[in-house]
Each structure stands twice: as C-alpha cells, then as structure tokens.
C-alpha cells in the first residue's frame, strides 16, 4: 500500500469517526491512536496520552539520531579514535535536569486529572453499579436531589450473540449487527440509560468477585469489589450508544459480559425514568395483591 493512500485512509477514518457519536464509541478500521472520547476528563486523558507520546518521539529522534550519527561519522573505518575522557559534570547533571524535569511536566497534569476523577461533589444524580457473573445490575438511586422509586434491572449478553456463542452452535457471528454496526459479544439485553449533561454519580461494587466497569469513552474504569464502595462520576453532553467492558478477568464467561450506556437528551431520559417509577409501582402493587391472595387461604384455615 502506498503511503499516499495509506494517508488518504487513516484521515477518512478520521473524519467519520469525528463525525459520528457510534463511532467515538468504538473503533474503526485503519484506527492508529486512541478515541479522544466524549466526556472533559476522556479528553484530558487523551491530551496527556498524546503529550507523553511526542515526548517519547523527542527523545527517541535525540537517542537514536545520536547513535546513529556516532555509527555513521565516528566508525573505526573513517579512522575514527575513541575518546579518552571519563566523564563530563556539566553534561551528566543535564541528562538529569531535563528527565526530571519531563517527569514533573507530566506528572503535574496527570496527577491534577487523577484528582479530579475523584471529585463527585455537585453530581445531580446517582447510579449503583454492580458486578455479577456474568452480568451487571444498574440501580437508580437519585435524579437531582430526589430518590428514584425502585428503577434498577439486570443487563446482560444479546439473546442473540448468547446463542451464537455456545459451542456447536453453527451460526455466523457476523450475521449479528445494528444498523450497520457488527455487535457480536458487544451489545445486551437492556442497556444503562443517562441523561445527556448531567454530572452522574457511579457508586461501582461487586456482588460475588471483583469485577471491574470500563467504559473507555467516557475515561471510566473502577474495579467492581465485593463490600467495598468505589465511586466515579462521568458527565456527556452527546447523546450516543457507547460500549465498554469488564476490565477484570473474573471467570469463565469474562469475555460475555459488555457494557452499553445509551446517552439521551435531558428530557427522554426524564420521561423513561418515569415510566420506569410508574411500572416499578405496578409490579410492586402486583406482588403484594400475589402475596396476600396466597395468604388468604392459609389463615382461612385457622
């Protein structure tokens, strides 16, 4: 392949993955780097990604041109007479300085980004998240200062892809897609919904071992541990369907269990979550009037 249309490619891939929120979600052929993401910090991540990756470019055209020049120019060949000086003070405490320095100019907004994925204050709504093999359970817990009626559910493998996985089963896992989109092993039953620009609360644990929530869009990744809490907050001002995984090799069936977050505007999320208070009321309601004709005959008995 040329280089030409090699360019030609890598920047077409470029301009469709600006260009479309499924896309910043997932990768897309001829993809060299990583997805800038969606949210401030994924994007800060991506920054300081990109500002140690030009500083290891630096310093390999220093190191390796050096080397280089010293094989081509000085080689015993062109008569070239080893040096017998034993060291140099003044360039020794250089190639110290300038390391240190790169270090501190990396750390500082690396360390600046860890503390503000820690800051969860001014959140205007709270989702527990948890772990479970093979499986992830969502539970509401609160939508701008005010707690969420019971609106929680299971979300798992795609039906689809469950059945296609399975030993012997003789289907394509290709024939799996959405809109275009090949999502084999990728998609779920019932996928976490949010609101677009709203800053979210993730209360992330595990309910048998550890798991772990990765959802690289956003610039999210907590290990999901039994009885312990970790938290993270996430905000996306673009709606889209955004895709992660399960970052810690937790049994059999690791590979099986993704994770979809489906980002909606303000107002279409505000009128899910109420009908989902509103069923969650009608199967509350369903169940006690179970319960209590099942108890019925018993204390007729009496």
């Known amino acids: ?107 500082t907004p690396a360390t600046r980004i860890v503390m503000d994925q820690y800051d969860t204050t001014g959140t205007d709504m709270t989702i527990k998240v948890t772990g479970y093999q093979w499986k992830w359970r969502y539970d509401y817990v609160d939508y701008q200062g005010k707690p969420v009626n019971k609106v929680g559910f299971m979300s798992k493998l795609a039906a689809d892809s469950n059945r296609i996985r399975q030993t012997g089963s003789g289907l394509d896992p290709w024939s799996v897609s959405d809109h275009g989109f090949k999502d084999y092993l990728l998609n779920v039953d019932k996928p976490l919904v949010i609101p677009a620009g709203v800053k979210i609360r993730f209360l992330v644990t595990g309910g048998d071992v550890i798991h772990g929530f990765w959802v690289p869009p956003f610039g999210v990744k907590k290990d999901a541990i039994p009885g312990i809490v970790n938290d993270v907050w996430v905000k996306v001002d673009q709606p889209g369907i955004y895709r992660g995984q399960c970052h810690v090799l937790c049994g059999q069936d690791h590979g099986f269990m993704p994770i979809v977050v489906n980002v909606v505007p303000k107002a279409q999320f505000e009128s899910w979550l109420a009908a989902q208070e509103a069923q969650s009321k009608l199967d509350q309601a369903a169940r006690t009037a179970q319960v209590g004709a099942s108890a019925t005959p018993t204390l007729a008995q009496h």
């Open 1 to 107: 392949m040329s280089v030409s249309r090699f360019l030609r490619q890598t920047g077409a891939a470029a301009l469709a993955l600006m260009a479309s929120a499924s896309g910043l979600a997932d990768p897309v052929p001829w993809q060299l780097n990583l997805n800038p993401g969606v949210t401030s910090e994924s994007r800060e991540i991506y920054a300081l990604h990109m500002a140690a990756f030009w500083v290891c470019v630096g310093i390999g055209v220093v190191v390796f041109g050096a080397m280089i020049i010293a094989m081509v120019r000085f080689r015993k060949s062109r008569g070239a007479v080893p040096a017998n000086w034993s060291h140099n003070t003044k360039l020794e405490f250089l190639w110290t300085l300038v390391p240190v320095l790169i270090l501190i100019g990396l750390a």
